[in-house]
């Protein structure tokens, strides 16, 4: 057998592979490199071994270790728990309105509240509780059912016109396009523009006067400042749920409005709704 070809350049033994004239020389790897590679692969398989690595059809292996990343989690929130255990248990106990005055406690709810607030209420009424067209601002005084904070936590307990909860908090504004025509409507309306100190119509809010006291008084109260009872909103404010332009209100008197919150009892603890309340109650809004 004849020797192997040599560069001679760099005088390396060529491996007899030749690409387009380019000859590939036999030069090895380095030996450490060689032994960390060995290393890296041991290393892995030791690691699929001890640790959950490869996927199966429902899940994947647990290791001999049975680590996961969940269970570590988990293990963290319990300490957690235990450590505020005794906070948890007084807050579950306490009757909401006495709360304020039990400063550590208070600033226990307020803190754990704003957490929960954003994980679970903020995709409708915003991280900052501002609210949105439908749903209402929590930041300003104005509350339909009411803003001291037992009331509070029975609206976020049963939520609103939903069918899950039983105590869910009812009302239902009929739609006046079935019952008045669209001139009594629109008299309606330009009325309670101008209970609002809007810009409107003198002669239609006149005549739409005689239809509100007919038809609105009921629930909106004769003043038009609502029932919180019935949970009808203070039409004589700058506070609009849907808006107050002209034809939002037709729209809103023509087809009545329907909106729906959900009851979180069945889904956070008392001491949770409890937190949650007392962190809604001091945004700005709360009543005493």
């Keep these: 057998m004849s020797d192997p070809k040599k560069d001679e350049i760099t005088g390396v033994e060529s ?4 690409w ?34 490869w996927p199966g059809i429902t899940k994947a292996t647990s290791g001999l270790l049975g680590y996961s990343t969940r269970g570590e989690v988990a293990e963290q929130i319990a300490v957690v728990e235990a450590r505020n255990a ?3 248990n007084a807050l579950t106990d306490i009757e909401l309105a006495a709360l304020p005055e039990n400063d550590d406690l208070h600033r226990f709810a307020v803190a754990g509240g704003g957490a929960i607030f954003r994980t679970y209420c903020s995709q409708c009424h915003g991280s900052g509780a501002a609210g949105a067209t439908g749903y209402p601002n929590l930041l300003d005084d104005d509350w339909l059912w009411g803003g001291k904070i037992d ?26 396009g079935d019952i008045l025509e669209p001139a009594e409507i629109n008299d309606v309306v330009q009325y309670v523009r101008a209970m609002s100190g809007q ?12 239809i509100f006291l007919e038809q609105c008084s009921a629930c909106h109260g004769e003043d038009g400042k609502g029932n919180r009872d019935m949970g009808a909103p203070n039409l004589t404010d700058a506070i609009w749920l849907y808006g107050g332009s002209v034809e939002t209100l037709t729209y ?9 919150m959900p009851p979180w009892s069945n889904r956070l603890s008392e001491a949770e709704i ?10 700005g809004g709360g009543e005493e």
């Design 15 to 18: 491996t007899g592979h030749s």
């Design 20 to 53: 387009d004239g380019i000859e590939e020389l036999n030069n090895p790897l380095p030996r450490w490199w060689l032994w960390t590679l060995y290393l890296c692969i041991i290393w892995a398989i030791g690691y699929t071994i001890a640790y959950p690595a």
């Design 86 to 88: 005794p906070l948890i």
């Design 151 to 176: 009331q509070i936590a029975t609206t976020i307990r049963h939520g609103i016109r939903n069918d899950v909860d039983p105590d869910a908090l009812w009302s239902q504004m009929p739609a006046f």
């Design 199 to 210: 810009g409107h119509d003198a002669a239609a809010a006149e005549a739409g006067s005689e």
């Design 252 to 260: 809103t008197v023509t087809n009545s409005r329907f909106g729906v």
């Design 274 to 283: 409890k937190a949650v309340a007392a962190y809604v109650h001091q945004l």
